[in-house]
């Protein structure tokens, strides 16, 4: 396994937004990581790349073993030599993420420089390589601009081939495309995953677009208010959710065919890391609560039909 | 970046004619009459005319200010009405001392100031920071006269190592610089923090460290000069504000300046040493104001591309 997040715990001094996340990741695999705003989706991410103390969380539980060591015991300077190497991150806004007084070409050069200890011409030579793959026209020129000159489609591309540069074994894509049109969204994702198969990647897919996953996941874990609700397989996760909470994001995505004004939402909204309630987090907003919801915490239990699932009155199987 | 660079310096031409009109305008406009300075009492009518005559003041205002910018673009700033020495060479004797006083505390707040500002933005709302920030409200609080006053009790009186006042040599410059500099780094360091804080929870920065940079290279070469984009206009602002504004200064060390003639002429109605130290405060802050566009502009893409 390339990826195994077990038991993961994260907290911001006595605040506990995300508790008990467990999945894997192999090789050439995508992951699915689902749930509305506020469930802990970027949270999980930035817990992977080592990157919480910078916005004030820590790991307070469990382990992240990646490629059969477990991050969670390694010093930031040896947390370093991963990040950018092994582990890429793309990040939810290609906007801002670029800096916007560097040259595009240099912001990608820097990591092939650094991590793979290329010369000045040989990092652009990969650079240049990286966005020819990507597709980008005129990648000569588009090195020499910045980020403000380019589209947000391109932008996106510049930091997936930023992400490209270190060779990783396994890239964090949160809500790549959210800032994007939907036609550069298609793109965007159909260039993911062809990099995953061609160069048997891991990627980790923050959404809350549940379309996107049907689309290209190999496999889904749904997140709840800081808490795992179900992780499966994509194929019988989307033909039969047990989880009400993902029955409900499926019930989300439009289909061909509806009746106008038919899509249904979900009442209510996700509660704050400050104010979640005992037993089930969903148990206000879900339509099979009972009382045992109210008071006792669902674990993640292994199921038999594969996967784990969170949940005392699960949908039954067809 | 040329055409910018001439179009900027093209848009101070009206500036100036703008400041050099009200610096001409409001001494008019100000009670007390320089002719009586000149005039013995009890003086016949006949002889305030002649004096008025002789410096021109008999003559309509409009013309008056068209033969004293005439002058003045000709590097005539006239002749001092109570020294009877002409105006230029006054100005040519202080400004050196002014602008070394000021140049100086000038370097001195942003060095001192951007490295003060670094240093609580990194230790964020631990005791460094608080030791800074604490220092900073009494660096803007506390008039600099009074640092001044302080600074030459403890080591020009009690200790000897400075002289307590004059321009003679570098040793004269050290408590001035540091009295006039503390303002300023007081300012800098407040601005450098809040921008440094700022630029460091962007987006772009989560991303160089999850590419791996090492922080140090993220701090000084990305982080850093995004902060020092409002720093630079603070700065710019300055250069005026510190040639004028040492005033207490000067006269606290007895040194000769700007600011110390400035007060000198105006006290003596002795308008056009007054006028030549308005327009030298104005075309420094018009200048700065330049360099820092200029600054900003290298700086930032954006800023160059908007401008082009």
């Keep these: 396994m390339l990826l195994s997040v077990r038991d993961l715990s994260v907290r911001f001094g006595e605040v506990e937004p995300l508790s008990g996340i467990s999945f894997d990741i192999d090789r050439g695999e995508i992951l699915g990581l689902v749930g509305e705003s506020g469930s802990g989706k970027s949270l999980t991410a930035m817990a992977v790349a080592g990157l919480l103390p910078l916005v004030g969380g820590r790991i307070a539980a469990g382990s992240v073993t990646f490629d ?34 560097q040259r595009v070409g240099e912001q990608i050069d820097v990591v092939a420089r650094l991590h793979r200890g290329q010369s000045r011409q040989g990092a652009r030579a990969t650079t240049l390589d990286l966005l020819t793959a990507l597709r980008i026209p005129e990648a000569a020129a588009i ?33 790549p495309t959210t800032a994007l049109d939907v036609t550069v969204q298609a793109q965007i994702i159909h260039l993911l995953g062809q990099l995953v198969r061609e160069r048997a990647l891991g990627l980790m897919l923050i959404t809350h677009d549940m379309g996107v996953v049907a689309q290209i996941c190999d496999r889904v874990a749904v997140l709840y208010a800081g808490r795992l609700a179900e992780t499966r397989a994509a194929a019988p996760l989307f033909a039969a959710p047990r989880h009400p909470y993902t029955a409900a994001l499926i019930g989300c995505i439009p289909r061909e065919g509806m009746a106008p004004g038919s899509l249904a939402g979900i009442p209510g909204a996700v509660p704050s890391a400050a104010a979640y309630s005992a037993g089930c987090r969903f148990h206000a907003r879900c339509a099979r609560m009972t009382g045992r919801c109210r008071t006792e915490v669902p674990v993640p239990a292994e199921r038999p039909e594969g996967g784990a699932l969170a949940c005392h009155n699960p949908l039954e199987v067809p | 970046m040329l055409s910018y660079l001439i179009k900027r310096i093209l848009l101070l031409v009206p500036v100036f004619l703008a400041v050099s009109a009200v610096i001409f305008l409001i001494l008019h406009l100000i009670p007390g009459d320089p002719v009586d300075n000149l005039l013995k009492v009890g003086s016949s009518a006949s002889k305030r005319a002649e004096i008025e005559a002789r410096y021109g003041l008999d003559r309509p205002l409009i013309v008056q200010y068209g033969i004293w910018l005439g002058n003045v673009l000709q590097g005539d700033l006239g002749t001092s009405i109570v020294t009877r020495r002409p105006v230029a060479q006054l100005i040519g004797q202080v400004m050196p001392d002014s602008l070394q006083l000021g140049g100086l505390a000038l370097l001195l707040s942003s060095v001192a100031g951007v490295l003060l500002g670094v240093l609580a933005a990194k230790a964020r709302d631990r005791w460094p920071d608080r030791l800074v920030m604490g220092g900073v409200l009494l660096g803007s609080t506390l008039p600099s006269f009074w640092i001044g006053l302080i600074l030459i009790l403890v080591f020009s009186v009690q200790l000897g190592w ?147």
């Excluded at chain 1, 947390?79 to 793309?90: E, H, K, P, Q």
């Excluded at chain 2, 540091?178 to 440094?196: D, F």
Aim: proline share 6%; hydrophobic share 50%; net charge positive.
């Design chain 1, 68 to 101: 059969g060591t477990d991050l969670t015991r390694l010093a930031e300077d040896q947390l370093r030599t991963y990040r950018g190497r092994r582990i890429a991150f793309v990040t939810q806004n290609p906007m801002t993420a670029l800096d916007p007084a």
């Design chain 1, 143 to 175: 090195c020499d601009a910045y980020p403000h000159q380019l589209s947000g489609g391109m932008k996106q591309r510049i930091v997936i081939a930023m992400a490209l540069a270190g060779e990783p074994d396994l890239i964090i894509a949160d809500e």
């Design chain 2, 162 to 308: 400075f002289p307590v006042s004059g321009a003679r040599g570098w040793s004269s410059l050290v408590l001035p610089v540091i009295t006039i500099g503390l303002g300023g780094i007081a300012l800098v360091a407040r601005v450098t923090r809040v921008a440094m804080i700022d630029t460091a929870g962007r987006d772009f920065v989560l991303l160089l460290h999850a590419k791996g940079l090492p922080p140090g290279r993220i701090l000084w070469r990305h982080v850093l000069r995004h902060a020092m984009i409002p720093v630079v206009t603070i700065l710019a602002l300055r250069i005026g504000w510190i040639l004028g504004g040492a005033v207490t200064v000067e006269y606290v060390f007895a040194r000769p300046g700007l600011g110390t003639t400035l007060i000198k002429a105006l006290n003596q109605h002795d308008y056009p040493v007054v006028q030549a130290c308005l327009l030298m405060l104005a075309i420094a802050v018009m200048l700065g104001t330049l360099l820092g566009d200029i600054i900003q502009a290298l700086m930032d893409p954006r800023v160059r591309e908007a401008i082009t």
